[in-house]
């Protein structure tokens, strides 16, 4: 079958995959990831012995599996640290002097840069203030910060004396923040005292201060000073101290020798409905996973690379920008603010004057891009070798412009689908696969990926079914924070011994994969199941929306019913026949039983921090229902505006 893109021979030919295949011995990915899920601690041992992962003290056992797949250890008797692999490997070699971090403000003649001895300079003086408050292994520190060249350091300072990072989304108001707070136990929190939104300055320790009126746990605020800001920051003696005045001395600290599987990163992931999900990375889960396995080896990052994902701390796109390059030896670039502000072209402008060579995308700020037309076309973004695009699945249109556009129809887009339960990849690009639209090459290595029906039987190709791990692997979430009983319940009991991800895929008759949406928002239309993703791909192709969300809702005669909120395009706002011509779109694109109950025009659609669209909170407020766990959201407002919209007159 033709495929969209094929991949160049000397693509293939160079690629960290290749290079892969001819170390492990093997004729192709497919032999590969056979032998990689029938032994997963093969692959592991393949992936460190490539990559060069560093251990203080070498593992007695790659994998224990003595208390079933759940519980599984990784490395067990090895001790190492996320900064001994990402930073301390670099000391004595060429790296050490060359760029590390390159960051530029909301205002964009503010830029700072850092090499690999200054950043870990800086990184060594935080940790040292740490650690003279009073905070060591196995304390949770909280990061509620915006992007800066401190949220970096705080990153690997907090892990540097084996505390746990606590990343929290840098829009959070005090509510989510509390809640994270309280349910991790955190002692301290680092932050700083502002930053630039749009052109105006926007606080952030005086958001944190109404948090910790109710969050016992916190002992220790430090501040770092987001200069020009010009705003008031209160600070309070004894608990509050300045980044400056705890972080002038220690560069040199040494790192903490860690055991390889004692928790890293605690990093809060939405629940359907009761409390965040604290989801729980070891010091070598990580590593072993999406920066090694997934991003380097699959993904095609080499040291030559800048990296550039316009992301928030918050997100796990935050970890992986700390440490990808860092681990590579390659550079970051970290952008203050929004992609569209101060101007509509500042995304592709970065691209252009820092010259770009990784560009990491969800297909959100693609489409959130595409509204200003072909103004990309309007800059350089030649510097680019490689995409890759994470977050949510892709429809069709974005696709295709983002490939045309951004990609100039020749480099490929290394899309990937895991989440923060996973720690990495479960669905991954490669450079040496060919592409379709939205598509992913191949399952990630040896995380047991399967698409099964409701007994757990793999499905035929070309139907859909739910996507499962049938083992354990070293990158996913060990256990759930103070909550194993949930983590068996959320992963483990609806098909006993298999974890279950909550989406649907499907493998295509061209030899791809494919996500079509969370399984809990599958739409049930005439007896046949369709993945809200295929339905919003007809209504923005379009032309006339932005973006959708399609969601079904209970219906007395049909069983359930579609509804549709759109955000239309500029000009077409106001639209009085706009609702039905997409109606109409739907019908003929899907047929006569596809035709939505309603369709509502929204300003926007309530995401997630990572930019996922919550379908079923927009279930929940059409229906009228309590919509749950919302501290996830970015732009909770969305919420009084649809509730709004919902009582006008149809």
């Known amino acids: 079958m033709a495929h969209f893109w094929t991949p160049p021979a000397e693509l293939v030919e160079r690629s960290n995959l290749s290079a892969f295949l001819r170390a492990t011995g093997q004729p192709d990915y497919d032999a590969l990831a056979a032998k990689a899920d029938a032994d997963p601690a093969w692959l592991v041992e393949e992936v460190f012995k490539f990559c060069d992962v560093r251990f203080y003290h070498a593992f007695d056992r790659v994998l224990d599996r003595a208390r079933g797949e759940p519980w599984a250890r990784w490395c067990v008797g090895g001790t190492t640290n996320i900064v001994l692999n990402c930073i301390d490997r670099h000391r004595g070699t060429a790296v050490w002097d060359k760029p590390f971090l390159i960051w530029e403000g909301e205002d964009r003649h503010e830029q700072r840069r850092l090499s690999y001895a200054e950043f870990a300079a800086d990184v060594g003086r935080l940790a040292s203030g740490l650690r003279k408050l009073g905070i060591g292994k196995g304390d949770v520190v909280a990061i509620y910060m915006p992007n800066l060249p401190e949220t970096f350091v705080a990153f690997f300072a907090i892990l540097k004396i084996g505390a746990i990072v606590m990343p929290l989304f840098s829009g959070f108001g005090p509510d989510p923040i509390r809640s994270r707070l309280n349910h991790g ?22 958001v944190l201060d109404e948090a910790l009126e109710t969050a016992p746990s916190v002992q220790h605020v430090v501040v770092a000073d987001r200069g020009g800001l010009g705003i008031d920051t209160p600070m309070r003696p004894g608990r509050d101290h300045r980044w400056d005045e705890i972080a002038r001395e220690g560069a040199d600290l040494p790192t903490a020798e860690m055991d390889a599987e004692d928790p890293a990163v605690l990093l809060y992931t939405s629940g359907t409905t009761g409390e965040p999900k604290g989801c729980v990375w070891t010091h070598i889960s990580f590593i072993g996973s999406m920066v090694t396995r997934d991003m380097i080896i699959c993904g095609d990052f080499k040291p030559t690379d800048l990296f550039f994902f316009f992301s928030d701390m918050g997100w796990m796109v935050g970890a992986m920008c700390a440490c990808i390059p860092s681990f590579a030896g390659g550079r970051l670039l970290v952008a203050e603010g929004t992609p569209d502000y101060p101007d509509t072209g500042r995304f592709w402008r970065l691209i252009e004057e820092h010259k770009v060579t990784y560009l990491g995308v969800s297909p959100t700020i693609v489409r959130g891009m595409m509204r200003y037309g072909e103004e990309v076309d309007r800059y350089d973004v030649s510097s680019l070798r490689m995409t890759a ?11 295709r412009w983002f490939f045309e556009h951004v990609c ?21 690009g490669t450079p040496n696969h060919p592409m379709n639209p939205c598509s992913f090459s191949r399952p990630a290595l040896g995380v047991g990926a399967d698409i099964v029906d409701v007994a757990g039987n793999r499905v035929p190709d070309g139907e859909v079914g739910e996507l499962v791990l049938r083992h354990a692997s070293i990158g996913l979430t060990k256990s759930l924070w103070r909550a194993d009983q949930r983590y068996l319940e959320s992963y483990w009991n609806t098909i006993p011994g298999i974890w279950v991800h909550g989406d649907f895929a499907m493998r295509g008759k061209d030899g791809l994969y494919y996500i079509l949406g969370r399984s809990d928002d599958t739409i ?26 399609v969601f079904s809702i209970p219906h007395q005669v049909k069983g359930s019913a579609i509804v549709c909120a759109c955000v239309p395009i500029a000009g077409l706002q106001e639209s009085s026949t706009l609702p039905e011509e997409l109606s109409q779109a739907l019908v003929h694109g899907m047929g006569a039983s596809y035709r939505p109950e309603r369709v509502l025009l929204v300003d926007d659609l309530p995401r997630t921090r990572n930019m996922k669209i919550m379908r079923r909170v927009l279930r929940a407020v059409f229906e009228g229902k309590d919509p749950g766990d919302l501290s996830a959201l970015a732009n909770p407002e969305t919420i009084t505006d649809i509730r709004l919209r919902l009582q006008a007159p149809v």
């Open 524 to 549: 049930k239309i005439s007896g046949k199941r369709v993945g809200p993703a295929e339905l919003e791909g007809v209504l923005t192709a379009t032309g006339k929306v932005a973006e959708a969300a």
């Open 389 to 399: 695009s994470g977050g949510e699945a892709w429809t069709d249109m974005p696709w």
């Open 408 to 428: 100039k129809s020749k480099i490929p887009i290394i899309n990937i689908s895991g989440g923060t339960e996973v720690g990495g990849c479960i669905f991954t």
């Open 185 to 206: 136990e955190a002692k301290a929190v680092i932050t700083a005292n502002g930053t630039w939104r749009r052109g105006v300055p926007a606080p952030l320790k005086s």
